[in-house]
């Protein structure tokens, strides 16, 4: 069984800094990309960065210069570093699973029937 788990999200002021963990478990694809996703309310789903198997990383325009998505192999970890945080950061932040050359073709569609989704974390960015 495919399990994500996110963590860290939490309420933080405009300009300041939130890191968002998410820990994967039963997933074992070796040519996968994992990423992060947000879904403000009355919005749909969107992407927000993703990174491959081999270390590629892409970035939505909103967040390039102020996001950072990073992996730990070793344990299993996503990370999604974000800095200098808007109120239009605010949403539930999703991470997902794919088979690299599947994940390529949706992105940045939220939507993906053949991803592993984790239940999300809110983010919410006061002003």
């Known amino acids: 069984v495919v399990e994500l788990v996110e963590s860290g999200g939490t309420s933080v002021q405009s300009g300041g800094s939130l890191r968002l963990s998410c820990i994967s478990s039963?997933?074992?694809?070796?040519?996968?990309?994992m990423g992060w996703f947000r879904q403000a309310p009355g919005k749909e789903r969107e992407g927000v960065a993703f990174?491959?198997?081999?270390?590629?990383?892409t970035y939505a325009d909103a967040v390039k210069g102020r996001f950072a998505i990073q992996k730990d192999s070793a344990k299993n970890a996503l990370y999604l570093q974000m800095n200098t945080l808007q109120p239009t950061d605010t949403a539930m932040y999703y991470c997902a699973a794919d088979a690299c050359w599947r994940f390529t073709r949706w992105w940045p569609s939220g939507f993906s029937n053949d991803a592993y989704w984790g239940q999300g974390t809110q983010v919410t960015v006061s002003a």
């Open positions: 039963g997933y074992t694809y070796r040519g996968h990309a």
């Open positions: 990174i491959t198997y081999d270390g590629s990383t």
